[in-house]
């Protein structure tokens, strides 16, 4: 597991947004696998093909709060808890939340839009969702704003951790992440993942933390914890 080298988190009670986030994804997965027919109410996952028909855009809302199974939502809410206080702490709650929900809105946009370019009739049926889109969009944010912070990562025997500049960290993650979706194209079937709902979370999240960087200068590290 990666997790931040420095003893800086931010108190939870200063952390308004976050908090929300995280209880609500925990509370719509317990609702998730209680759905009596088994099916993880699959009907709440976003559909690219209903949005080039023009209904349920609320899943766009709903299906960034899903997830698949309990190892999609360990794992996303576990780098959502190492990232997250750094990111709501410098930018405010409200930017912050403004950002996080941009992030899955346009992750699930640029998915949709990948499906058209894809050379298998059919795949803008499948359903997608998952809080991924939204949470790569606050990598990019922790990147560009906290970039010389540290990570614990496992070493290459995974005996031990070693510590690694969370702006490589996480610019290496993204160069994969992109890799792999430019490959999807390809090969569509080849994996389960959205992998262009990571990439337009993170190009997002990316955009509104330039401005806010080339807005504030680095005031934003002054705030007191």
Not at 10 to 32: D, E, G, R
Not at 121 to 141: H, K, N
Request: proline share 4%.
């Amino acid at each position: 597991m990666v997790y931040e080298a420095e003893p800086d988190r931010i108190p939870f009670v200063k952390q308004y947004f976050s908090v929300i986030i995280l209880a609500a994804n925990i509370f719509v997965f317990i609702w998730q696998i209680m759905d009596p027919a088994g099916d993880m109410h699959i009907e709440a996952a976003f559909v690219p093909s209903d949005s080039f028909e023009g209904k349920n855009y609320w899943t766009l809302i709903s299906s960034m709060f899903m997830h698949g199974d309990i190892v999609h939502i360990i794992m996303n809410m576990w780098f959502f808890f190492v990232i997250t206080d750094n990111c709501e702490h410098g930018m405010g709650h409200i930017l912050y939340l403004i950002t996080y929900l941009a992030s899955g809105f346009f992750g699930s946009i640029l998915h949709a839009l990948s499906t058209l370019i894809v050379p298998i009739s059919g795949f803008e049926d499948i359903p997608s969702l998952g809080a991924s889109g939204a949470i790569f969009g606050l990598m990019a944010v922790y990147a560009i704003l906290y970039p010389g912070n540290k990570f614990n990562i496992p070493s290459s025997t995974g005996m031990t951790m070693r510590k690694v500049g969370a702006g490589v960290f996480i610019a290496t993650y993204f160069i994969a992440e992109l890799t792999y979706a430019i490959y999807s194209i390809a090969a569509p079937f080849g994996s389960q993942t959205a992998h262009f709902a990571h990439v337009g979370g993170f190009i997002a999240g990316a955009i509104i933390a330039l401005v806010f960087k080339g807005i504030k200068g680095t005031s934003y590290k002054k705030k007191p914890k």
